[in-house]
């Protein structure tokens, strides 16, 4: 019988140098492990500090380095080759940086007091869609900790009908930030175990999920911050990992992804060509009767889904030109361009996995609305391809909440034009650079 062949070492980065890989002295899962072992420490560092946003510049230090240590890990993963313990030493640093975090009083964001809030609103027979958190019927429910802290109380939800429905699961057992906390966490583990087995089962091995597992952004924004992101995440990774194989199952998670935040239906028309009939029908029907409820309810004078639409604005850059050459129609004009580009991968017969993260990308750069943790939905792909150039902008993206000293501003801050250009910039300047260089590769050979 012939001894285990070993797997090849892998190639993560996407405009990688050519040649061959060496070898690592160390054997790779004891070398990850180790720098896996810094991240860890550098987020308990973080979870020390008493407010992120007072002590921006501090905070921002140690992101820095967290960044650091998971560039080592991404350098670490090319290099490495499979071996059986690799799933456990990635499965037990994600788990443990985000335990690490789950202690963290928000301060960079206070959206988590509004999941709070709604949860115990809907939790309490109320109806967020058309109560907002000032309505004289709620004043019973008021208290210390969580109604003076939300965000626009004047307007009321913006989230889907499965969102509210998963914040107020949440309220009815434990109405706490908390609580919260470790809901949006739980389904992101999940999310690193699926990407986990969706790697390892494209026999590449458990590495490349390591480019969502372990990044500090992910990290910093759902098991710091507390944003729900991840719990809509599970239904659009869930759909494009069954789409082939269980593709009844893949239309359920995208129609229930959809209807706790909007942004998985950006891969429907993507698995609408693949699916077979009868999950196309259940998806659209799951669709229509779920959308049409939320769209029915967000109708009111103080609806903020139309807030959101109408005037929102954070951390822009392409959309700041659109808006000045074309003025009202800039947010039109954005949505035809995500369309457009979703036409022609659909017309290029992409696979739904690299149709959507297309669409997404550009979504993300044409949005007039880019908080650092939209990029989750950007970081869930890496593990297909990791993009130095995207997973630089998950670095440089903290500059959005201040640039070291807290803004004076504070939670209504925003972040300067020269600043945003640096912001995305240096991430643009780094594509184009491995762009000249694959293209003076190809030109040598």
Same mark, same amino acid.
């Given at each position: 019988?012939?001894?285990?062949?070993?797997?090849?070492?892998?190639?993560?980065?996407?405009?990688?140098?050519?040649?061959?890989?060496?070898?690592?002295?160390?054997?790779?899962?004891?070398?990850?492990?180790?720098?896996?072992?810094?991240?860890?420490?550098?987020?308990?560092?973080?979870?020390?500090?008493?407010?992120?946003?007072?002590?921006?510049?501090?905070?921002?230090?140690?992101?820095?380095?967290?960044?650091?240590?998971?560039?080592?890990?991404?350098?670490?993963?090319?290099?490495?080759?499979?071996?059986?313990?690799?799933?456990?030493?990635?499965?037990?640093?994600?788990?443990?940086?985000?335990?690490?975090?789950?202690?963290?009083?928000?301060?960079?964001?206070?959206?988590?007091?509004?999941?709070?809030?709604?949860?115990?609103?809907?939790?309490?027979?109320?109806?967020?869609?058309?109560?907002?958190?000032?309505?004289?019927?709620?004043?019973?429910?008021?208290?210390?900790?969580?109604?003076?802290?939300?965000?626009? *109380?004047? !307007? $009321?939800?913006?989230?889907? @009908? =499965?969102? +509210?429905?998963?914040? %107020?699961?949440?309220?009815?057992?434990? #109405? &706490?930030?908390?609580?919260?906390?470790?809901?949006?966490?739980?389904?992101?583990?999940?999310?690193?175990?699926?990407?986990?087995?969706?790697?390892?089962?494209?026999?590449?091995?458990?590495? *490349?999920? !390591? $480019?969502?597992?372990?990044? @500090? =952004?992910? +990290?910093?924004?759902? %098991?710091?911050?507390?944003?729900?992101? #991840? &719990?809509?995440?599970?239904?659009?990774?869930?759909?494009?990992?069954?789409?082939?194989?269980?593709?009844?199952?893949?239309?359920?998670?995208?129609?229930?992804?959809?209807?706790?935040?909007?942004?998985? !239906?950006?891969?429907?028309?993507?698995? =609408?060509?693949?699916?077979?009939?009868?999950?196309?029908?259940?998806?659209?029907?799951?669709?229509?009767?779920?959308?049409?409820?939320?769209?029915?309810?967000?109708?009111?004078?103080?609806?903020?889904?139309?807030?959101?639409?109408?005037?929102?604005?954070?951390?822009?850059?392409?959309?700041?030109?659109?808006?000045?050459?074309?003025?009202?129609?800039?947010?039109?004009?954005?949505?035809?361009?995500?369309?457009?580009?979703?036409?022609?991968?659909?017309?290029?017969?992409?696979?739904?996995?690299?149709?959507?993260?297309?669409?997404?990308?550009?979504?993300?750069?044409?949005?007039?609305?880019?908080?650092?943790?939209?990029?989750?939905?950007?970081?869930?792909?890496?593990?297909?391809?990791?993009?130095?150039?995207?997973?630089?902008?998950?670095?440089?993206?903290?500059?959005?909440?201040?640039?070291?000293?807290?803004?004076?501003?504070?939670?209504?801050?925003?972040?300067?034009?020269?600043?945003?250009?640096?912001?995305?910039?240096?991430?643009?300047?780094?594509?184009?650079?491995?762009?000249?260089?694959?293209?003076?590769?190809?030109?040598?050979?």
């Amino acid at each position: 019988m012939e001894p285990p062949r070993r797997a090849p070492p892998l190639r993560l980065i996407e405009g990688g140098g050519a040649g061959t890989a060496q070898r690592v002295d160390l054997e790779p899962p004891l070398a990850i492990a180790t720098v896996g072992t810094g991240l860890v420490l550098t987020t308990v560092w973080m979870a020390r500090l008493p407010s992120w946003a007072s002590e921006l510049g501090a905070f921002q230090g140690l992101f820095a380095v967290a960044f650091v240590f998971f560039a080592l890990a991404l350098a670490s993963a090319r290099r490495a080759h499979a071996t059986r313990h690799d799933a456990l030493v990635l499965l037990v640093v994600a788990l443990a940086a985000r335990v690490a975090l789950l202690p963290v009083k928000p301060t960079l964001s206070d959206d988590v007091y509004r999941y709070v809030w709604e949860g115990r609103v809907v939790a309490h027979g109320g109806n967020p869609y058309r109560q907002n958190p000032l309505d004289p019927a709620l004043v019973s429910l008021r208290d210390r900790e969580i109604h003076p802290r939300i965000n626009h *109380p004047e !307007l $009321a939800t913006i989230y889907p @009908p =499965l969102g +509210l429905a998963g914040f %107020a699961l949440v309220s009815s057992i434990s #109405p &706490t930030v908390w609580a919260m906390k470790l809901w949006i966490v739980l389904h992101d583990l999940v999310i690193v175990w699926v990407l986990l087995r969706w790697s390892r089962e494209r026999g590449v091995g458990p590495w *490349p999920a !390591l $480019a969502y597992a372990w990044n @500090p =952004l992910v +990290l910093i924004e759902y %098991a710091g911050q507390g944003h729900n992101d #991840p &719990t809509a995440l599970l239904g659009l990774v869930l759909a494009l990992y069954w789409c082939e194989r269980r593709p009844l199952a893949s239309a359920v998670a995208l129609a229930l992804g959809s209807l706790v935040k909007l942004a998985p !239906l950006i891969a429907l028309p993507f698995l =609408l060509v693949r699916w077979p009939n009868r999950a196309r029908a259940l998806a659209l029907g799951v669709l229509v009767l779920g959308l049409g409820f939320f769209w029915g309810q967000t109708r009111g004078q103080d609806s903020g889904l139309l807030a959101y639409w109408h005037s929102w604005l954070n951390n822009e850059l392409l959309f700041h030109y659109l808006a000045l050459v074309t003025g009202d129609l800039a947010r039109w004009i954005a949505i035809t361009i995500v369309a457009s580009v979703i036409g022609v991968a659909l017309s290029r017969k992409l696979d739904p996995a690299s149709g959507a993260r297309l669409a997404t990308r550009t979504a993300f750069l044409v949005s007039p609305v880019a908080h650092p943790w939209y990029l989750g939905w950007v970081l869930v792909y890496e593990p297909l391809g990791p993009s130095l150039p995207w997973l630089l902008l998950s670095a440089t993206a903290i500059l959005s909440y201040g640039v070291l000293v807290p803004p004076l501003e504070g939670g209504r801050f925003h972040l300067s034009l020269g600043w945003r250009w640096i912001e995305y910039g240096a991430p643009l300047m780094l594509w184009l650079c491995l762009r000249l260089r694959r293209w003076r590769f190809h030109e040598g050979t």
